[in-house]
């Protein structure tokens, strides 16, 4: 068990009784008090693959409880004008239903009287796109595949088309469409320290509409090197070539400090008027977003259907920590900067 939360909550039950659900987190019954379980994996011979906690432990029977706020996926706070939405995500992956459920918080947080949107992650986790974990433990990898990047593209969409002013803020190391979600926003921010990995080599094209964002950010020449190259980069390097907007404190308190007052200058009605105005003259000149959504989904559906670039073996190997053969060619003399 995995991702695990204790709760002083005591229902009297025999310990290792299932006595709860909350999504997929699974409720246990202790000697003493309960254990919230997120993640979960079988254990026959050799650990099986980190699964969220339903999809492992049988809790089809159990009642709804109110899971603790450690474990929330959700939490949405208002200050005036602004609103906080922040998502959690066990080690950052996020499966089918998860973006489903994510987009419909950006969705009903979007609802609110408010001017300014900030989506953030935890102190521990931002993002790091589709479960290769999920995907490689259904019966049917490529659908589940095609399933979970359709889901976060809607959760892509949904921040991007947003009427508000969105802002995002890289909390911790994010990766893949986890970056790409993110400059998704109209702003995005960072933590001091944070690393993003925005191309892993996993043999998919990639979607989360990165082929609007990272260019109409970087330009096409340095967008084609970040993608191309695959290599991480620091929020320091991101902020020096405009891909994303500042960079914060390290420290979690005082990020958070820094994240509302910078929040809270957005939300400046100079400042907003100005922003709001340069968006809408951006949508009026670019083309459609489902343009670039299209043209992602038809490469992805070739890398999921047709396994064209060898998607399921670099998902395994991924999976199972499997050393590569040597150290690639990138990693040993790539020292320009993009």
């Known amino acids: 068990m995995f991702d695990a939360v204790a709760s002083p909550e005591h229902t009297g039950a025999a310990p290792g009784t299932v006595v709860g659900r909350n999504l997929d987190a ?63 995500s066990y080690n950052g992956a996020m499966y089918t239903e998860q973006c489903r459920r994510l987009t419909s918080a950006v969705e009903k947080a979007l609802t609110e009287d408010t001017r300014v949107l900030v989506i953030k992650g935890t102190e521990h986790a931002f993002s790091n796109g589709i479960h290769l974990g999920a995907i490689d433990a259904s019966p049917d990898p490529a659908a589940e595949a095609w399933d979970n990047i359709c889901a976060i593209d809607e959760l892509c969409l949904a921040i991007a088309t947003a009427e508000q002013l969105t802002v995002a803020a890289f909390t911790a190391n994010a990766g893949a469409g986890g970056v ?13 320290g944070v690393v993003l990995n925005p191309y892993y080599d996993m043999g998919i094209y990639g979607s989360e509409l990165h082929s609007w964002s990272v260019p109409a950010r970087v330009g096409e020449h340095r967008a084609s090197l970040l993608l191309n190259r695959k290599l991480p980069i620091s929020v320091a390097e991101a902020a020096r070539i405009g891909l994303i907007s500042a960079v914060g404190p390290r420290e979690w308190g005082e990020f958070n400090t820094w994240l509302a007052s910078a929040a809270q200058g957005y939300e400046e009605p100079a400042t907003l008027g100005w922003m709001l105005a340069a968006r809408a003259e951006r949508r009026a000149t670019d083309r459609p977003l489902s343009y670039y959504q299209t043209i992602e989904l038809a490469e992805m559906a070739r890398d999921f259907f047709d396994d064209r670039n060898a998607f399921s073996v670099h998902r395994r190997a991924f999976l199972r920590k499997t050393p590569a053969d040597a150290t690639p060619e990138k990693l040993r003399f790539s020292t320009a900067r993009v």
């Open 26 to 88: 699974v409720a246990i019954a202790c000697g003493v008090g309960t254990l919230w379980v997120g993640y979960a994996a079988e254990l026959s011979g050799r650990r099986g693959p980190k699964l969220p906690a339903a999809q492992v432990i049988d809790a089809n029977h159990a009642p709804f409880r109110r899971v603790p706020d450690a474990l929330a996926e959700t939490t949405y706070v208002r200050d005036g004008a602004v609103g906080y939405l922040t998502f959690r």
């Open 180 to 192: 790409m979600a993110g400059l998704c926003a109209d702003v995005t921010l960072a933590r001091e």
